[in-house]
């Protein structure tokens, strides 16, 4: 059990490295380049003052 | 069950899944101990219920594109608080977990004040670049910030998990699930941020993976706060476990040092009862070498 546990941290922290290591993608004028969230919501990447895309449906 | 409507019914159960946690950690009276935990969850709640309300109604209210502008605010409002108080619930669970270990607690949050001051640096440095708005900017801020909480948030759970013995814990500690928890949700927020440049709108397979992972953190906080804790073990260390010298170390770290008077002092720098101790001091010892002087003369 306490193998598993250790093994599943790792993996977690090597995903998490990996994921790190990819610079994150500019902001351009329409969208906005965030990091991702824990929260549930839908991520809003585009810029307000250009919210067609992602306008409400 | 189609990818959409799978993330939609991930996004309902996150509020829910909150709370269920809150409601654990509350009834598990160990609120003080994790109070930052708590305001996260709350947080979370409040700003998951919200956020669903402006997305199912900010259309008929205030129109689609008004709507959109309210729920961007809204949501990166929301995800600023969020991150300082993941922030407070790292630094609190490293305080938790170091707590038999003083000088190293100490140190540890040194070296992390230290780190935090330069990644804010970092960010503020690394946000700006030409014909970049405010906006931008701030948003820019914010998420190169969010990764270097997720990047110090993987490495506390790596230590806690590596360092649980030397600390008197198990993996059935608290302190562990929620670091375990948060750890998952850091991975996963990483993951996402990697991804990101590719989406193309606010839906997508990596949301609901996304989501998930977070839906199964907040049920492994859930379930660490619902089951009894075992009590902390009382830790015996080696004597040449370093640990305990490293603690040993880091305890006088800082204490600032005594001083000493290398070329003699002149008597008036001392106060008359240090003169009188120092002189009855001497007498003492001026009887003692005669009375030993004698006794050696005799034999």
């Known amino acids: 059990m306490k193998n598993i546990i250790r093994a599943f941290v790792v993996v977690l922290a090597l995903t998490g490295a990996a994921a790190a290591t990819r610079p994150a993608a500019p902001a351009t004028a329409k969208t906005i380049a965030a ?18 895309p992602c306008a409400l449906r | ?30 609120a003080k101990q994790f109070r930052f935990l708590v305001a996260l969850l709350a947080t979370r709640s409040f700003a998951s219920g919200v956020g669903l309300l402006i997305l199912k109604f900010g259309r008929h209210l205030f ?16 995800f600023a608080v969020e991150a300082i108080l993941m922030l407070a619930v790292i630094c609190s669970m490293y305080r938790l977990a170091m707590a038999p270990l003083k000088g190293l607690q100490n140190l540890g949050m040194l070296i992390f004040s230290w780190v935090g001051g330069i990644s804010v640096l970092l960010a503020l440095g690394l946000s700006a670049a030409p014909h970049v708005t405010a906006t931008h900017y701030i948003l820019n801020f914010v998420s190169q910030m969010q990764r270097t ?20 814990l198990s993996y059935r500690s608290r302190i562990f699930g929620v670091s375990l928890g948060l750890g998952m ?34 049920a492994v906080w859930a379930v660490y706060f619902a089951l009894p ?24 770290l800082g204490d600032s040092p005594g001083h000493v008077a290398i070329a003699g002092l002149p ?26 002087s004698h006794a050696v003369q005799s034999n």
């Open chain 1, 35 to 52: 990091s991702g969230h824990s929260n549930l919501l839908p991520l809003p990447v585009c810029d307000p003052n250009d919210a067609a």
């Open chain 2, 1 to 30: 069950m189609t990818t959409v409507e799978l993330t939609q019914v991930l996004e309902y159960a996150e509020p829910l899944s909150c709370l269920v946690a809150l409601a654990f950690l509350l009834r598990s009276s160990t």
């Open chain 2, 63 to 78: 129109g689609a594109l008004f709507g959109y502008e309210i729920y961007f605010y809204f949501y990166w409002s929301m």
């Open chain 2, 149 to 168: 909480q997720s990047i110090l948030i993987l490495c506390l759970l790596l230590f806690v998990c590596f360092a649980i013995r030397p600390m008197g």
């Open chain 2, 185 to 218: 949700m850091a991975t996963a927020s990483l993951v996402q941020s990697a991804w990101i440049g590719h989406v193309k709108w606010m839906r997508g397979s990596m949301t609901t993976i996304n989501d998930a992972v977070c839906c199964l953190a907040l």
């Open chain 2, 229 to 252: 804790e075992p009590k902390r073990r009382i830790i015996t260390l080696p004597t040449t476990s370093p640990f305990l010298r490293w603690n040993q170390i880091s305890e006088v």
């Open chain 2, 267 to 292: 008597p008036e720098m001392l106060a008359p009862a240090e003169i009188e101790v120092m002189r009855r001091a001497s007498l003492k010892m001026q009887f003692t070498w005669d009375k030993e």
